[in-house]
């Protein structure tokens, strides 16, 4: 039983830290082995053509410590069942000094009417998109693809010849740098400043830092260290009470067994071999085992958040591995030491003469003082037990207290990460939706929607019960510099009233401004304040980062119907976003509007999302596994009691002692540390709480109110305390009814 105890928990606390160990130590080493393979652009920039000449860029950037372009880009609109646009450069080769594009699949376009795509080779081979050799549409003209290549600086969509660009009247130009010094964001905006001194600053549509780009690709692994790395040292402590635990008890239980093999001739350093070898053992295979599942899942988790950037298959650090296999073995044999230093100081006969019982009057003071209170006998018994051996007492009430720890940290996780999820996706914020169809790629109604805009709009408000309405309507655009699109969400009407949480500066109240998520101005490197351009269909439009709300999306922007009006003035409303008065019939709401135009249709509500639900299964799993193991170390140690005290138990049953009573003595021993270990575990999981919850907020990307990080009423903390005695009762019990059963003449055999 001890084995497997031992084994068990020192295997999944390996596998915890090897996890976190890996995730933070390859976080971005994937991503820059990439950049410095293709010697990746620290700074993509875009600049107006009609402000700036490719003479004044050119002359610049020769600040910089290597310099691609100038090249002509823009963006062409597409045609068929493909992405709206493509973000094009016309580039006449994929070498060059900055930004070496990995041509994998077919050539490089050298005639007109050729493209080249970006495509990451790890990309699967979507129904619908382009083929080696098949044709697009773009900006109004066909290509042919002649060949896939990849941008690990994610500088465009596609290429062209420069002779082709030029003949579709680029919009902008395109500079890749590399500067000498590129390692913070400072560095980056000083390279910045330097390449665009004596340049208009009008002339800047757009930048990229690949500094975004890498905490981009980092934050899905870096959300899961903190918690991992607090479960996998609240295993490992857990692991190292309970070997200490095992080891005290076996000397003490085996004191006949140590005079004996020191009566045979083993030296007091053997002996002390012997009991760090029984330890040493199923640590090392447990570690073992931990080490390649560890691997396995970090692994597999790493692949997939580096996959975009052709790493391919992504282990754990060498290190990480090597530190693991010595270290984890290492810390559970120095746990046992000094229990195992006990068994080598005994001399044989010492250790033959003593018991194994506890010493005469250790707790009688405590036993006395229960004896005289109006407990049941059994009862005052069992609370007079754990003073018997206050050393093994001391190591399993700290078990325990973990194990309240991991349990009060698990809750404060998944209400806070509940919670957020809940404000970020607006869950039950909006009591109904009415969609009037996907909109079209040129003006007029949608299919589905039989009335105009202004006349469904008219037909909502008027119905029954309504109190407020949202209209918007969602459109793909480019910022300027950067490669991938975003969805503007453009709004009109009550859009304050569609519950989302504002956390800084405001909503936007006039044509160029827009709000974004704390996740989106990370990935590019903005702040409050700052300019983009967008763009979409041959228009550019530059909005000012007015406010920042609370949402998941880092590829979704919040706008106003103002502004679309500058990029798409017949464009309608897709969506309609209502709330009604308490009490009003939602269907009779839905009639109401079908009947004036039966063309919209109800739309689905928010859901809370399914990665909150991954990480509260993940921390739901590990508590369980860590209570598990607080509760086997309390097993472990009513095991040793109840050996140690069999003639006790005997006495106390022949004279009247039923099992019942012998069963409730022993539980309320370790019940009474479970309420000890539930008042000391409490205060350490809430300070736990406070540290992990922001670290996994930073490493996501997110914004957290202080708000969320109060979640822990006082009717909770009461329950909380319940479950150091839920653990510790867990434990004590099937030892208990064990002992329950021994018969008197069992315990006069043993004698």
Same mark, same amino acid.
């Given at each position: ?5 031992? %084994? ?19 976080? %971005? ?35 910089? =410590? ?11 609109? +597409? ?17 060059? =000094? ?9 050539? @490089?376009? *050298? #005639? ?11 990309? #699967?081979?979507?129904?619908? =998109? ?22 690990? %600086? ?29 390692? *913070? ?17 009008? =002339? ?28 996998? @040292? ?102 046992? +030491? ?30 006395? @003082? ?79 929607? #039989? ?96 406010? #920042?709300?609370?949402?998941? %999306? ?63 299964? *993940?921390?739901?799993?590990? *508590? ?61 999981g809430v300070i736990a709480h406070r540290l992990v919850v922001p670290a996994m907020a930073k490493g996501a990307q997110i ?49």
């Amino acid at each position: 039983m001890q084995t497997v105890v031992i %084994s068990v928990v020192v295997l999944l606390s390996t596998t915890m830290i090897v996890v976190a160990l890996g995730l933070l130590a390859a976080s %971005s080493g994937p991503f820059d082995q990439a950049y410095a393979k293709q010697s990746g652009a620290q700074l993509t920039a875009s600049y107006d053509r009609s402000k700036v000449t490719d003479a004044q860029l050119t002359q610049a950037a020769k600040s910089a =410590a290597a310099v691609a372009g100038p090249f002509a880009q823009k963006t062409l609109e +597409l045609g068929g069942p493909m992405a709206d646009s493509l973000d094009t450069v016309g580039r006449a080769d994929p070498g060059g =000094a900055v930004d070496r594009l990995n041509v994998w699949q077919g050539r @490089w376009a *050298t #005639k007109t009417g050729e493209i080249v795509l970006n495509r990451n080779p790890t990309d #699967k081979n979507r129904r619908g =998109a382009p083929q080696l050799n098949g044709t697009i549409t773009a900006g109004g003209q066909t290509f042919t693809v002649v060949g896939f290549a990849y941008s690990v %600086s994610q500088s465009a969509d596609a290429w062209v010849t420069p002779e082709q660009l030029n003949a579709l009247r680029p919009t902008s130009t395109q500079m890749l740098y590399r500067f000498t010094h590129a390692d *913070t964001n400072a560095e980056v905006t000083a390279g910045q400043e330097a390449v665009t001194q004596g340049i208009p600053s009008s =002339a800047v549509i757009g930048t990229q830092s690949y500094l975004a780009l890498r905490a981009q690709v980092a934050a899905q692994p870096n959300t899961f260290v903190p918690f991992l790395m607090v479960f996998g @040292w609240l295993g490992l402590a857990v692991a190292v009470l309970i070997v200490a635990n095992v080891v005290s008890g076996a000397v003490v239980a085996g004191f006949k067994h140590i005079g004996i093999l020191k009566a045979l001739g083993f030296t007091p350093t053997q002996v002390l071999t012997v009991y760090l070898g029984m330890v040493s053992i199923p640590a090392v295979i447990g570690c073992a085992g931990g080490v390649v599942l560890g691997n396995v899942l970090a692994t597999s988790l790493l692949t997939k958040a580096f996959e975009n950037y052709g790493a391919g298959a992504t282990s754990v650090p060498v290190w990480v591995d090597v530190a693991s296999l010595l270290g984890v073995p290492g810390l559970v044999a120095l746990s046992a +030491l000094v229990p195992a230093l006990r068994a080598r100081s005994l001399s044989a006969s010492q250790a033959i003469s003593a018991g194994s019982a506890p010493r005469a009057g250790r707790g009688l003071r405590v036993q006395r @003082w229960l004896s005289g209170t109006r407990l049941p006998r059994s009862t005052s018994l069992g609370l007079g037990l754990p003073f018997a051996r206050p050393g093994r007492t001391a190591l399993t009430l700290a078990a325990i207290v973990l194990g309240v720890t991991s349990v009060t940290l698990a809750v404060g996780l998944g209400k806070s990460l509940t919670t957020y999820q809940t404000a970020a996706s607006r869950v039950n914020a909006v009591d109904l939706t009415m969609f009037a169809g996907p909109t079209g790629p040129g003006p007029g109604a949608p299919p589905g929607a #039989k009335l105009s805009d202004t006349e469904d709009e008219a037909a909502v408000r008027s119905a029954p019960g309504v109190s407020s309405v949202a209209a918007s309507t969602d459109l793909p655009m480019r910022v300027a510099g950067a490669q991938t699109d975003v969805r503007v969400s453009f709004y009109r009407g009550d859009f304050q009233q569609l519950g989302f949480l504002m956390l800084e500066g405001r909503w936007f109240d006039g044509p160029g401004q827009v709000v974004v998520s704390e996740r989106f101005l990370q990935q590019r490197g903005l702040k409050l304040g700052d300019t983009i351009t967008l763009q979409a269909q041959g228009k550019s439009v530059r909005v000012q980062i007015v406010g #920042k709300a609370m949402y998941n %999306s880092g590829d979704e922007v919040l706008s106003n119907w103002s502004t679309l009006a500058l990029v798409a003035p017949k464009q309608r409303a897709n969506l309609y976003e209502i709330n009604v008065k308490p009490g009003t019939d939602l269907d009779a709401v839905v009639k109401a509007v079908q009947a004036k135009d039966s063309g919209l249709a109800e739309g689905e509500g928010q859901d809370a999302g399914t990665f909150v639900a991954v990480v509260v299964a *993940t921390v739901v799993l590990l *508590t369980l596994m860590l209570g598990t193991v607080a509760a086997l170390g309390v097993f472990n140690t009513v095991v040793l009691n109840t050996r140690e005290r069999r003639r006790d138990l005997g006495m106390l049953k022949s004279i009247g002692m039923t099992p019942a009573q012998v069963t409730v003595m022993v539980v309320t021993s370790m019940s009474a540390l479970g309420v000890v270990g539930g008042l000391l575990g409490i205060p350490l999981g809430v300070i736990a709480h406070r540290l992990v919850v922001p670290a996994m907020a930073k490493g996501a990307q997110i914004e957290l109110p202080a708000f969320m990080l109060h979640v822990y009423p006082v009717a909770l903390l009461v329950l909380l305390v319940l479950a150091g005695v839920v653990i510790a009762a867990a434990g004590a019990y099937f030892p208990a009814r064990t002992a329950a059963r021994t018969t008197i003449a069992q315990v006069l055999h043993n004698e």
